[in-house]
Each structure stands twice: as structure tokens, then as C-alpha cells.
């Protein structure tokens, strides 16, 4: 019988191929303007997808090295939709791989996370302002005992030279609430991403003659562990437009304080189309 990661996969590979078959749209060739939490960085600017328009992450990757020695990778498939003009909804199956210092190897789901994000105004001589409502469902072995809630607002403010971001987000959940399901030893990169609160600035610059972005961030993040130090972790990264459909990603970071200091990688690919319109 086919694990639920393979299942996912082939999903994944399914979609790809059918969002590879589907028109062209205009609104693609600038996909990789748009930055996604994740995509390469955590913080993400203000702005939803277009209206109907449908993305489909690729194996987006990350992939974490504590100074301790365990590798620890997860790989999170994700559609977004433009379900309303400035509104997106998000539905990821984070799957993650974890081994312990002690050789324990793990794989499996991480929960089912649905997102949604409304864009509030656009710039003016005011930055552009975001909501977003998240929720990771106990889907899978490395799941969250139950439902982890969570809130972020976001802001945006462009300039001819740059934008910039700023991210905060605060999780409705204790360290009890995100072990996994299964009885585990490993320590998920998965859970390892529910944190009490989590504020970040980043600083993008765009290449347009190029289509590609170049981005950096600095994120401070509390741990749920009640004592646990804060974390302070640092990243840059690019988005690149391979095509006009096709949007490539890449990143890499430090954490400089906090539990488990060390590196981390990311890489994916966004595949963007627009679905077609209704009759009148």
C-alpha cells in the first residue's frame, strides 16, 4: 500500500502536469515579484494573488543543520487560489523528514495547513496592509496533537530602490498542544515552525530587466517552551522568472541566536495559470 507521502507526491506531481497544460496568462511573468511566507524567506509582502488566478508550489524545500549535527528537511506541496479580488486562500500538506542525534529516522505528514490572506488597500502614501488566519490540522504522523490556530499582519511600502516588509504573527497554541501524534523522538522541523510570536523585517530589490528578486530578512521568534531564549535568525534569497508560468526560488540563512543555532537551505518552484471566467 502507498504511503501517504507517496500519495501526496504523486498528487503534487499530478497537478503540476495539469497546471503545465493550461494557458498562458499575463499576470505570471511577474509572479516572481510576489513573495510567499517561505518563498525563499519567512516574511512576505502584503499583496494576495490575482483573481482567479490558481499557483501551485513545487517541492518547496527546507532543509535545516543544527550546530548539533541532525539534518532535518521538509518538503510542503501548497495551492493557492485568488478565491475574491485581494483575498487568497492556501491549503499545504508539509511533509516532513526529521532524524534524532541518536540515528532515529521519521517521516510523515506534518498536519494539513489552510491559510487565508486579505489584502486591505493598496499603497498610497500609506503602506499596504494584510490579514492572515492560519490553521494546521492534526493530519498525519507528525501532526500537531490539535488544531494550531494562528494570526499575522503584514505591511508593505515600496520605494523606486526597494520595498520593504514587516511581518508579525502570534500562535494560539502551548508546547503540550504541537507534539506530534505519534510517539517520536525526533524533533520535527514541522513543529519546530509553530512559535508564540514572530516578527521579521525584510528589504527586496527588484532586477526587472532580469525578472528576479533579490531579498533579505532578519526574524526575531519566541519558541512556545516558556524558557526557551528568543531566536534570531537571518536569510536572504532570490525569486527568478524562468518562464512566463514558472517562478523559481532559493534562499539560505543562520540562526544567530536561539536553541539549535546553525543553517538552513530553501528552493522551489512556483507555477502560476489563471482559471477561466464564468459566462456573463
Known amino acids: 500500500m502507498p504511503s501517504r507521502i507517496t ?20 499576470f505570471a ?13 519567512r516574511v512576505e509582502d ?3 494573488i490575482e483573481r482567479r488566478a490558481l499557483e501551485l508550489q513545487v517541492a518547496p524545500l527546507r532543509l535545516e543543520r543544527p550546530r548539533a549535527g541532525a539534518y532535518r528537511w521538509g518538503l510542503e506541496p501548497e495551492l493557492a487560489l ?20 541518536a540515528g532515529t529516522r521519521i517521516s510523515a505528514l506534518g498536519g494539513l495547513d489552510v491559510r487565508a490572506l486579505y489584502n486591505l488597500n493598496a499603497e498610497t502614501q500609506w503602506p499596504a496592509l494584510a490579514i492572515a488566519g492560519e490553521v494546521v490540522l492534526p493530519v498525519g504522523g507528525l501532526a500537531p496533537a490539535r488544531a494550531i490556530p494562528s494570526l499575522k499582519a503584514i505591511a508593505t511600502r515600496t520605494w523606486p530602490w526597494a520595498r520593504l516588509h514587516a511581518n508579525a504573527q502570534i500562535t ?29 523585517l ?17 526574524v526575531a521568534s519566541q519558541p512556545l517552551e516558556r524558557l526557551a531564549a528568543t531566536r534570531w535568525d537571518a536569510a536572504s534569497g532570490v525569486r527568478y522568472q524562468l518562464s512566463p508560468r514558472i517562478a523559481f ?28 471566467r464564468g459566462g456573463r
Open 46 to 48: 502584503a499583496y494576495a
Open 202 to 218: 525584510a528589504i527586496d530589490h527588484t532586477l526587472a530587466l532580469h525578472s528576479a528578486l533579490l531579498t533579505a530578512e532578519l
Open 29 to 41: 511573468q511577474t509572479d516572481y515579484y510576489n513573495t510567499d511566507a517561505g518563498r525563499p524567506i
Open 249 to 276: 526560488d532559493a534562499g539560505a540563512g543562520y540562526r544567530l541566536r536561539g536553541d539549535d543555532p546553525g543553517w538552513f537551505l530553501t528552493s522551489g518552484a512556483a507555477i502560476a495559470v489563471g482559471l477561466p
Open 172 to 200: 494560539f497554541a502551548n508546547a503540550s498542544d504541537v507534539a506530534p501524534l505519534t510517539n517520536v523522538t525526533t524533533h520535527a522541523p514541522a513543529n519546530a515552525e509553530f512559535t508564540r510570536w514572530m516578527g521579521g
Open 82 to 101: 485568488g478565491l475574491l479580488p485581494r483575498t487568497q486562500l492556501e491549503i499545504g500538506l508539509p511533509l516532513v523528514h526529521a532524524e534524532s542525534r
Open 7 to 26: 500519495v501526496a507526491l504523486g498528487a503534487c506531481a499530478l497537478g503540476t502536469l495539469l497546471l503545465a497544460g493550461a494557458p498562458r496568462v499575463g
